[in-house]
């Protein structure tokens, strides 16, 4: 199990209650995106902001998913992970997501048997108080 069910659900109706949400996708992502021959066209700057539209939990398996918008009035529009966007320090939810995002991260990356990576990602934890975020949630025995 990745996610705790309930805690994930009341993240997504916070989120949902402050939407739209201006995001950027991940360097690495948006690197890859922009790579790609369909996307060249609808090219993303590093520094731009997107906005999250609509929010989805798809349960353990996919996590919680954002609608993304470039410009809210076109109806062009993407899924993507909210593993792989970054939140601006100063929203209000920027804490509970980056430990939302940490805590998958590091689930995904046990599940998958990375046990190396798991073990790089909790030694970024700059504080006690995200180490005491992830027993609390039992995702330590």
Do not use: W
């Not at 349960?59 to 992970?81: H, M, Q, R, T, V």
Request: a positive charge; aromatic letters at 8%; charged letters at 35%.
């Amino acid at each position: 199990m990745i996610d705790n069910y309930e805690q994930a659900i009341a993240l997504v109706e916070k989120m949902e209650a402050l939407l739209p949400i201006a995001i950027k996708i991940h360097p690495d992502i948006l690197k890859q995106r922009n790579s790609q021959k369909d996307f060249q066209k609808n090219y993303i700057a590093p520094d731009q902001y997107l906005f999250i539209e609509k929010i989805i939990y798809t349960n353990d398996e996919g996590g919680i998913l954002c609608l993304i918008k470039k410009d809210l009035e076109k109806p062009e529009s993407a899924l993507y992970s909210l593993t792989h966007l970054s939140i601006d320090e100063d929203h209000p939810l920027a804490e509970e997501i980056q430990k939302y995002q940490r805590k998958r991260l590091i689930g995904m990356a046990l599940r998958d048997g990375k046990i190396g990576k798991a073990r790089r990602l909790l030694s970024r934890l700059s504080r006690k108080k995200d180490l005491a975020f992830f027993k609390e949630n039992q995702f330590f025995d």
